[in-house]
């Protein structure tokens, strides 16, 4: 289908000789020779070739004709153009001249060359779809595109319907549409698949338009593949399935200056928040905020939203309900191809029963498990500190040690659920009686230390030890009967009765043993007397010294068991002193006042000594793989040669480094942290084990800990202890071997004492334990014995029953 172009005549005159009469612009302009040049030449230099003007004249008739001939340009060339003769005749009819008129193009402008462009070629042009449909649906027209994609031949097409080019489920929608458009004067989008012979489909968008030709409507069809874009259609829905399904809240908010309208939120931000996406969409997400609480970590995120960059913070914010909720946010800016950041995502992951869990823990290990009192680590932290305010303040600081009288008795006529209930009840009413500022501690049993801060005088003492005893001498109540609890409690005075935390509280504990059993509630002052009660403890300092020389200390051995194979895994050397007036005397009797000393540093040595001489005596039975382990105090392993002096005795004995074991205290290792990577990275060095000793005793720092080389951790005894019959027992002591665990090292169970103990670790998946119930401490030679028999733990409790 081609447009009509103008054109003009270029006409020449030749006559009845065959010579050219007259020659125009036109001709000119077609041929290229100038009239000076063809006027009175003959038509022979027109006609390609030559012998046809002969021909030609000849056969001229008196009527007009149309004729085609090939006329040579004046550069040589030739062109075949469409000519009209026109013979023109003389008075007398005989013909004279023949007229020769030549169609010449006009010029055309840019729009009439692009308009006489065939639409077909048009149509082919790019990789759109094109065809027309008559109202009978049948294909008239198509490019070659739709043969392409179809896989049909033009014969195939012409017999087809349009419907045909279709998958069949979409046949009835597409002569839907058609049938629409045919009824109106509007454009309209259809969306479906084009189907190929080989049954292969393409999406595509085709837009349909009705025009008229000669009273029949047609329908105009060009279609567009989509198939790029449903993919990317696809990704995007996938990414929003993804958005939707995730836990984690999500908000997408414009960035927009001051205020950050919110954009978007997933189902997730909705369950967290309880906000629905209505609520929430065109609002700050700081409508969410908690008046008054976390404004640092809200300073924080205001100044990362202002400099355009990614932050992580945590803070908490209201639910819908009011509700406070821990909300660990994670912000990011999202910018365009221009670099400007447009938008902002912040993924939400609500923390709170983290947070509480942590502070449960954190309360466990800080709290007496039976009363919630503070227990023995937090007791020490609160009175340090109580003391550095104190001197600095210039004020006085109360220590009272109370010590209950009578609680065995309790215990044997009422039973332990009653003497738990009695320690309860007097920890509240201690409680009860004193500030918020102080602070009242579960020592160990029936033992309560205060700590009384800020003490402007001892006068106002006196009326808070007067309100503490008031508040002891009214009867407990417990199963509808009045227990009454007597007690003995010793006060010591800051500074008056020393300046350190452990003077305090020996002084504390020397006036308690001054009052107990002078009375039903007795109270004593710490006095210039009682310090001879110290005496004692100075000869014993003394006798220390000469202990190792006498030769009067010696080790004792205690197994430790594997709770999945019952039997041997370890041995820990455990000091004794056989005091020559005292008798056998455990380390609790002496190792606190040797520390304080520095005689712990001698004695370690020899400790050290002897149990490479006892790993070399295990080794030559065969018991290569047994390590054997010692506890070193802060005062040992915060000495220079600490390690030195390890090396060198295992050398002297010829024991491997991987079979021995150092255990530190948990609370000693948090005293000086760097130092004790540094002793802990030396350890791993040699070859030797470290192993942390009353884990969970104190505040856990599981970061640092996880960063050192740890082959194990040892459980405190209480939280062992704490695992009775009582419902919901031995928490403590399941989140210790989950932590360990969670660290990748093995834990271990310290001082059990029962069976039940032994099964509840072993059900927990705790990997080892020790105890009196499961093997006393062995001298060497009964250690040696037992290894060789290589019991089980269970074959030994038979042994012993039955002995």
Known sequence: ???????????????????????????????????????????????????????????????????????????????CFEIRLLPQNNAQGQRDYVVLLVPVPAPLSERQLIGSLELESLLSLGS????????????????????????????????????????????????????????????????????????????????????????????????????????????????????????????ITRCAGGNNPIEYVNPAFEKITGYSAAEAIGNDSRFMAAPGLDEAERA????????????????????????????????????????????????????????????????????????????????????????HAAHRNKTLVAVVLVDLNKFKQINDTLGHEAGDEVLRLVGRRLQAAVRDCDTVARLSGDEFVLVLTEQPSLRFTLRMIERLRSGLLRPLLFDSKDVTVGAAMGVSIYPHDGTSAIDLVRAADAAMYEAKG?????????????????????????????????NEVFLVYQPRWSLRTGRVVGVEALLRWRHPELGVLMPTAFLADAEESGLIVPMGLWVVDHACAMLARLSRLGRHDLPLSFNASYREFIQDDFLTNIRTALRRHGVSPSNFEVELRE??????????????????????????????????????????????????????????????????????????????????????ESDLQRGFLEKARCDQAQGHFLCPPLNGTSLEELLHENPTFATCRRRDDMQ
């Open 1 to 79: 289908m081609r447009a009509k172009l103008p054109y003009h005549l270029a006409a020449f005159l030749i006559g009845g000789n065959g010579a050219i009469k007259s020659w125009t612009a036109e001709c000119e302009q077609l041929l290229g020779h100038r009239a000076i040049d063809a006027l009175g030449e003959r038509v022979d230099v027109l006609l390609a070739p030559a012998e046809h003007s002969a021909a030609l004249l000849r056969s001229l008739s008196a009527e007009p004709q149309d004729t085609q001939l090939e006329l040579r340009h004046a550069d040589g060339t030739r062109s």
């Open 128 to 251: 759109n779809n094109f065809c027309v449909v008559n109202s009978s649906g049948r294909m008239v027209l198509w490019n070659k595109q739709i043969e392409q994609t179809t896989q049909l031949t033009g014969e195939e097409l012409s017999a087809a319907r349009a419907t045909d080019m279709f998958p069949g489920q979409q046949r009835a929608t597409v002569q839907r549409r058609i049938d629409e458009a045919l009824g109106q004067d509007a454009e309209l989008l259809l969306e479906c698949d084009l189907l190929a012979k080989d049954g292969h489909t393409t999406p595509h968008l085709f837009a349909i338009n009705r025009f008229q030709l000669k009273n029949q409507y047609y329908i105009f069809c060009l279609g567009m593949d989509v198939t790029a874009r449903r993919r990317d259609e696809e990704t995007l829905r996938l990414r929003e399935r993804a958005l939707h399904a995730t836990s984690n809240g999500v908000v």
């Open 300 to 387: 924080q995120l205001r100044a990362a939203i202002a400099a355009e960059r990614e932050i992580n913070v945590v803070f908490r914010n209201l639910r819908k309900n009011g509700e406070l909720f821990w909300n660990d946010l994670t912000v990011t800016p999202v910018r365009n191809e221009r670099e400007q950041v447009t938008h902002f995502i912040g993924v939400i992951n609500d923390v709170t029963a983290l947070k509480q869990r942590t502070s449960l823990l954190e309360h466990e290990v800080n709290h007496d498990p039976l009363t919630g009192l503070a227990n023995r680590n937090l007791l020490w932290d609160r009175l340090e500190q109580a003391l």
């Open 518 to 550: 002078d009375g039903m509630l007795d109270v004593r002052f710490f006095s210039a007397e009682m310090r001879s009660s110290t005496e004692a403890k100075q000869k014993l300092e003394t006798d220390m010294r000469n202990a190792v020389a006498n």
């Open 667 to 752: 609370e000693h290792l948090m005293r000086n942290p760097h130092l004790s990577s540094g002793v802990a990275t030396a350890c791993r060095s040699l070859g030797i084990r470290l192993s942390i000793d009353d884990f969970g005793a104190g505040a856990s720092n599981l970061t640092y800990l996880q960063s050192l080389p740890i082959s194990q951790l040892k459980m405190t005894r209480s939280s062992v202890n704490e695992i009775c019959d009582r419902a919901r027992s031995g928490r403590l002591a399941k989140t210790l071997i989950d932590i360990g665990h969670n660290m990748g090292v093995e834990i271990v169970g310290a001082g059990v």
